[in-house]
């Protein structure tokens, strides 16, 4: 079977084509590095194919960077990149190391991953996505989950998620590495594994290969994983002057990109599909936006009590983490809402 790709065309820049900060934020370039090409990091996709950094007089450069998230932040440690687009556990653990970052945008303010399974992991349970929450859960039991990284978001998240109906997360569920998402597809299609957590468009793409079904949505069916900063974009401390007018900016593209994703979903699909994901339909994109859409109301901000929900998951998937950063919490931490303030009222300092 044609397998289809969702990778981004990979423009991968070399650190000797990145200028140190700038100067100034008027008609400045911005560069952001991401590692993991997927559709949920919504806001900056969104602000790629409406180019709406070019409203705010920014030329946008952006790097993905192999590697996984860790990578990422280290291209921010090394100045190689203005901000780094992760998912917020990698940020916190570089964090709670003592790397100089700060949180200053939720990408996705809530969990985006999609629990799927092959049609045979279905036929052997009795599961369908139709049947309660714990027997599906219950149903993971000895299950082979496929993962990316051993270790990484969506291990921890599959261990929790099976601890959330009785099982237990180390001995009841089993975790292979396979690789990036088109490996992952075809280990589910050649039987190799039951099932993968992935954000959209993953489940969609297994329906439509008629391969497997979304079983679970996380971020739909478990209110406690609704609103947190899950993607988040990530700078370098010290953050003021330039870099800080800088970052005021991007949030301001950011915000724009999402309010039009909001009022013309439909729109934004298109031109998502025509740019980036040519090889799927408009419909699958439009679905995956619809699905996440409510990760991207916020624009952005960041409360205390969605930082707190992000610690008390972190404490679950991983408790470490949790425990060195629990103590400073509180804003201009490891996390900031002065940038998105700043950029809802539209002004640069």
Wanted: hydrophobic share 45%.
């Amino acid at each position: 079977m044609k397998r289809l790709s969702l990778a981004f065309a990979v423009c991968l820049l070399p650190a000797v084509a990145f200028s140190v900060a700038p100067a100034s934020a008027k008609d400045a370039t911005v560069r952001i590095g991401q590692a993991v090409p997927t559709l949920s990091f919504l806001p900056i996709v969104s602000a790629r194919a409406l180019d709406t950094f070019k409203d705010q007089g920014l030329k946008l450069q952006f790097a993905s960077i192999r590697g996984g998230d860790p990578a990422a932040l280290a291209a921010l440690d090394s100045g190689d990149i203005d901000f780094a687009a992760v998912g917020s556990d990698t940020a916190l653990e570089a964090i709670a190391k003592g790397q100089p970052f700060e949180i200053v945008y939720s990408l996705m303010s809530q969990v985006s991953l999609d629990l799927v399974v092959s049609n045979d992991f279905l036929k052997r349970t009795g599961v369908s996505p139709s049947s309660p929450l714990k027997q599906r859960i219950q149903a993971l039991k000895n299950a082979t989950i496929g993962v990316s990284a051993v270790g990484g978001t969506q291990d921890r998240v599959a261990r929790w998620l099976v601890g959330q109906g009785g099982l237990n997360p180390q001995h009841d569920v089993k975790i292979a590495m396979i690789g990036p998402p088109p490996a992952i597809h075809a280990a589910l299609e050649h039987h190799q594994i039951d099932g993968f957590v992935l954000s959209p468009p993953e489940g969609a793409l297994t329906e439509q290969a008629k391969t497997g079904k979304v079983l679970i949505r996380l971020g739909a069916e478990f209110p406690k994983l609704r609103s947190l900063p899950y993607l988040v974009l990530v700078a370098k401390n010290p953050l003021k002057g330039p870099r800080r007018d800088l970052a005021i900016k991007t949030a301001e593209a950011l915000q724009a990109a999402s309010q039009t994703t909001l009022k013309d979903p439909r729109q934004v699909a298109d031109k998502i599909q025509q740019q980036f994901y040519k090889k799927l339909t408009p419909k699958v994109i439009l679905d995956a936006i619809n699905e996440m859409r409510n990760g991207i109301t916020g624009k952005g901000a960041m409360t205390q009590g969605q930082i707190n929900r992000l610690l008390s998951f972190t404490t679950v998937t991983n408790g470490a983490i949790a425990q060195k950063l629990a103590g400073r919490a509180g804003p201009n931490s490891f996390w900031t809402d002065s940038v998105i303030d700043a950029a809802a009222k539209g002004k640069t300092p």
